[in-house]
């Protein structure tokens, strides 16, 4: 029977990933025994701090002999079986009361069912982490003085030094949480906020907002950040920065929008909207297509913003750009193009696109229900604005049959509706067995 | 026998002839590739923009300022300015005082008018005597006078430079004998650019190597026929365009065209303009501080174009807020008139004070930045 060996050589514990535990540094840090090894006395209070201390570090790097083979997890409560093989307590009780009376990992049939609890390894599992733990909190309270020095020597210094203050600063606010309270509490934010002006370069334009997505911005922050110089500090920087800054500045600004005290006319910007039209065509770098539709998906529910994402051609890029997104992207595209449709120049700058009626009729029945409904709504919308025109149109790209597929579908009864409404907008200008011929379906559906 | 010696000699010339040609050609390469490295900027604008003060920042700020000599030919501009204002003024207050029904307020005193009308009448030369200390204290009078004064409140009407203040306030100094003007004072010096003038330079920055070379042109003299010849700036790197914001209230005394809208009309022109499809755009709002003293005494309303302007609230966020009002219909007038695919374009928009060197100095290095910054992207490696 093959037997699971552990790997021992000359001492060492085998770590995962190159993480060796060997004898000597092990009891030079204290693992074995002396640092917090405590009798089993303290066995209950341990458990719960070593499950909050497994979750808080949440580490990668964890030594594999104290992994549970089952669950792939840290065991805090390890018993071995008879035949020498640990598991946490719980999953290998799972395992038995399943019925299987063999042991996991080396398929030996148990001659004893006896759960014996390995009180050597719960010991060096919960010094192993605690040492962690208290390393990752110095790092961390490390980090807090950090920022706060950071941000008394950002008020003094400027020109390049201001330049790797932030840089440094950014860094340790996206690794360590208590960074992050400490630049808020310390008014780091209004600090940061003061940086963005008209005469803000690149380098530190880019860097404040690269830390400033990673904290939690109060209303009045918000407020602040939403004055105009600022926003076309966080707008230039989305039109000429690298993809990391362009998607900082998209996510500062949609938790700019999601304040209960936004105004649109904050963000009704053409270059904004430029920038982010640019960001949604960028082949090179398909990570910015999502945040980006989504963004003008936001941007597109307010009315008077409409105006601007059609005034800068969005509607015909949008379109052309739909057979090349992934389903998601699709699907956000499709509600900006429906929310431009319910304006009268959204429905002519649509029409006036040839490729509208074919790239929608492609799209029903194609992806989901939502993205069907969207197609459907902006093509009724556009035939309704040229009815002869573009229902010929229409039904040369095959749009009967699958209208009818929507209506004999488990759609909703809205959306049978309208696709009922189009198909006889359709037909109108057909005589009947013409009509039916159409229907029939053909090779652009299959 | 002579005819051997000839040849001989022909082949010698020939010989030489071909070396010449080639260290020609071999110039002409290297300049030409020279030549592509150097970006080239254009100033445009409608007249009193400030496009020659930017001109002379950059060369104060990059290039070896003004030495001595260029220094002292400037004086007899300036002493030409002071003239100019000063029977701008007189002939003003004579203007105003027939056109207004209480004419008394532009009524110079009797003595005054006897000074008043030999300025004026000097100011209309084409050559000007130098300033000395008698004409300096005759026009310190006249200036005094309140009709002068009121005048001068009513400037919007007239074409007042801005430089009148700063030189009647330095006038003890520009008349002395051995005056040599100050860079402030060239700074504030008008006149109208003829021809085009460049300058080369080089953006010096704190690590000292910078590579790029730019060559900035002023075509400020040019008033028509710009159709004529903007097409030889294509391939430009940037245009900028330099608009006076605080001209909202100004009109020609002529045909009565309000100098903003004038400056739209020409923004307009020069964005629709073929040659400049592929041309990074910087609109620099000028004259800031002046727009700043105005916005909250005058309202914008009183252009055409800013009609539909509302104040907001009152002292430095009402001016903050007027400017973004200002800057907002500049870029909507920029993407009304940018087709589709030039959407592409870099276009920024900043705000000036071109008497101010730090700013102007600030402004410009954001500027070289974003021009580099689209060089990079636009070689892939961005």
């Given at each position: 029977m093959p037997m699971l060996q552990p790997s021992k050589k000359n001492g060492f514990l085998g770590g995962g990933d190159g993480r060796v535990l060997d004898l000597d540094t092990a009891v030079k840090d204290g693992v074995l025994g002396g640092v917090g090894g405590g009798g089993l006395g303290t066995g209950v209070l341990e458990k719960l701090d070593l499950n909050k201390m497994i979750e808080e570090l949440?580490?990668?790097?964890?030594?594999?002999?104290?992994?549970?083979?089952?669950?792939l997890e840290p065991m805090t409560d390890p018993v071995t079986l008879c035949t020498g093989q640990t598991y946490e307590k719980s999953n290998i009780l799972k395992w038995l009361g399943m019925g299987h009376y063999t042991c996991p990992t080396t398929m030996q049939e148990l001659w004893d069912d006896m759960l014996t609890p390995n009180n050597t390894l719960y010991q060096l599992i919960c010094t192993w982490f605690s040492q962690q733990y208290v390393q990752m909190k110095k790092r961390s309270e490390n980090a807090q003085g950090r920022a706060s020095e950071l941000l008394s020597t950002l008020k003094r210094v400027k020109g390049q030094a201001r330049i790797q203050t932030l840089k440094e600063l950014q860094q340790l606010v996206s690794n360590h949480s208590t960074a992050r309270t400490a630049v808020v509490d310390e008014g780091g934010v209004a600090l940061l906020s003061s940086l963005?002006?008209?005469?803000?370069?690149y380098a530190i334009g880019s860097e404040v907002i690269a830390t400033l997505v990673n904290l939690t911005l109060c209303s009045d922050s918000k407020a602040n950040l939403m004055q105009p110089s600022k926003v076309s500090a966080v707008i230039d920087v989305l039109n000429e920065g690298s993809i990391d800054a362009k998607l900082n500045c998209v996510r500062l600004i949609e938790t700019l929008m999601d304040d209960k005290g936004f105004r649109a006319e904050t963000i009704s910007s053409h270059s904004l909207l430029v920038a982010l039209m640019r960001l949604i065509r960028d082949k090179r770098h398909p990570n910015g297509h999502f945040p980006g539709l989504a963004l003008l998906k936001s941007i597109s529910i307010h009315n008077e913003l409409r105006i601007l994402i059609l005034n800068i051609g969005a509607a015909p890029q949008l379109i052309e750009l739909i057979p090349f997104l992934n389903p998601e992207c699709i699907e956000l595209a499709l509600f900006t193009l429906e929310a431009l449709s319910s304006t009268s120049q959204g429905k002519q700058a649509l029409k006036d696109c040839p490729k509208t009626i074919p790239t929608m009729v492609k799209l029903l029945m194609r992806i989901s229900e939502i993205c069907t409904a969207h197609a459907l709504s902006i093509l009724l919308s556009v035939c309704k604005l040229a009815p002869e025109e573009c229902s010929s149109v229409a039904v040369e790209t095959g749009i009967a049959a699958k209208l009818l597929l929507v209506i004999q579908s488990g759609c909703s009864q809205i959306l049978k509706q309208q696709a009922a409404e189009l198909l006889k907008l359709c037909s109108l200008n057909y005589s009947d067995t013409m009509f039916l011929s159409k229907c029939k379906l053909t090779r652009t559906i299959q | 026998m002579g005819s051997v010696c000839c040849s001989q000699q022909h082949g010698r010339a020939d010989s030489d002839e071909i070396e010449q040609t080639a260290e020609i050609e071999d110039r002409i390469e290297r300049e030409s590739k020279a030549e592509e490295h150097i970006q080239k900027l254009l100033l445009l604008g409608s007249s009193d923009s400030g496009k020659s003060t930017i001109f002379k920042q950059i060369k104060l700020l990059f290039q070896n300022g003004f030495d001595d000599a260029e220094l002292k030919s400037y004086i007899p501009v300036i002493h030409a300015n002071i003239y100019q204002t000063i029977k701008i003024l007189f002939d003003g207050s004579k203007e105003l005082s027939q056109s207004f029904s209480d004419s008394s307020r532009f009524h110079v005193s009797d003595e005054n008018k006897e000074i008043g009308e030999r300025l004026s009448e000097i100011g209309s030369r084409l050559e000007f005597p130098y300033l000395t200390p008698e004409i300096v204290e005759e026009i310190e009078t006249l200036w005094q006078d309140n009709a002068i004064q009121e005048t001068l409140s009513c400037s919007n009407k007239l074409q007042v430079p801005h430089c009148a203040h700063y030189y009647i306030e330095n006038l003890q100094r520009l008349s002395n004998p051995g005056y040599v003007p100050t860079k402030e004072d060239v700074l504030y010096a008008r006149v109208r650019t003829t021809g085009v003038v460049e300058i080369q330079f080089s953006p010096v920055r704190e690590n000292k190597r910078s590579g790029e070379v730019y060559r900035l042109f002023d075509v400020g003299g040019q008033r028509n026929e710009k159709r004529k010849w903007i097409h030889l700036f294509e391939g430009v790197t940037a245009v900028i365009f330099c608009a006076a914001i605080n001209e909202y209230d100004q009109t020609l005394l002529e045909n009565e065209t309000n100098h903003l809208m004038e400056t739209k009309e020409l923004f307009e022109w020069v964005l629709k303009q073929p040659c400049f499809e592929k041309t990074s755009f910087m609109l620099f709002l000028n004259k800031f501080d002046l727009f700043e003293e105005k916005v909250l005494k005058v309202p914008l309303n009183v252009c055409d174009w800013f009609k539909d302007y509302q104040p907001a609230s009152s002292g430095k966020q009402e001016i903050e807020h007027a400017y973004e009002f200002v800057k907002k219909k500049f870029e909507e007038l920029y993407f009304r008139s940018t087709s589709p695919d030039c959407v592409d374009r870099v276009f920024k928009i900043y705000r000036t004070n071109a008497l101010d060197q730090k700013l102007v100095k600030k402004t410009f290095k954001l500027v070289h930045e974003t021009l580099r910054r689209r060089n990079l992207f636009e070689a892939g490696l961005l």
């Open positions: 949440n580490l990668s790097t964890v030594p594999s002999v104290f992994i549970c083979p089952i669950s963005l002006g008209p005469f803000t370069s | -």
